[in-house]
């Protein structure tokens, strides 16, 4: 099974600032490799596949980057909408999840 | 894009059966491979199986031989039969349509999400 370690758990920022999410893979997931954002009450919502593919409707401000075992969800300027919990997930080898990052306001 | 509304949670002792429904609209259902997604506290987001277009279905391995997925593409609807229920199938589960690209057919992103349902295993 490919583990995805994200880190931080947890990363407290300010509207305005750059966020910078990592995502780990066991072994090599190729480019299959996708991003999904949680708010709380709700469910997940996709926000781009493999690597770095916007899903409809997602703003530029999020960007995702890497290859193989190490990944990067990038969001340029923190709008307050954007505090949520974001997880990654693997499509190379059946489908895991990362244990997700706690994105919160400072 | 689509939208997914589960029905049919509750508690259930261990041991128990339940079964979950999804209603499909705003896409062609029968042109999509379903899945459903579980999230509990201990475990986190978990895939627990998908089925095809042909019907064929595939599980994960803790709840292989007790869980069984369906579809009625007549109806739009994705089912989820749920037997020899135990504790640490409590979650929320969530209907999800499964996407790939141009690898496809092969393993998936997933594209809406249903609310979710939660299922209580508890004496």
């Known amino acids: 099974e490919v583990v995805l370690t994200q880190s931080p758990a947890t990363l407290s920022l300010s509207p305005g600032e750059r966020a910078t999410l990592s995502c780990r893979a066991s072994?090599?997931?190729?480019?299959?490799l996708v991003w999904y954002q949680q708010k709380p009450g709700q469910a997940p919502r996709l926000l781009i596949y493999d690597v770095s593919r916007r899903a409809t409707g997602i703003p530029a401000r999020f960007s995702g980057s890497g290859s193989g075992t190490d990944f990067t969800l990038t969001i340029s300027s923190l709008e307050p909408e954007d505090f949520a919990v974001y997880y990654c997930q693997q499509r190379s080898d059946w489908m895991t999840f990362g244990q997700g990052t706690r994105l919160e306001i400072k | 894009e689509g939208q997914l509304v589960e029905s049919g949670g509750g508690l259930v002792e261990p041991g128990g059966s339940l079964r979950l429904s999804c209603a499909a609209s705003g896409f062609s259902f029968n042109d999509a491979w379903m899945a459903w997604v579980r999230q509990s506290l201990g475990k986190g987001l978990e895939w627990v199986g998908r089925i095809k277009t042909t019907g064929t279905t595939e599980y994960a391995a803790p709840v292989r031989g007790r869980f069984t997925i369906s579809r009625d593409d007549s109806k739009d609807v994705l089912y989820l039969q749920m037997n020899s229920l135990q504790i640490g199938d409590t979650a929320v589960y969530y209907c999800v349509r499964s996407l790939c690209g141009v690898d496809c057919p092969g393993y998936n992103w997933f594209d809406p999400w249903g609310q979710g349902t939660l299922v209580t295993v508890s004496s």
């Open positions: 072994q090599s997931v190729s480019y299959q």
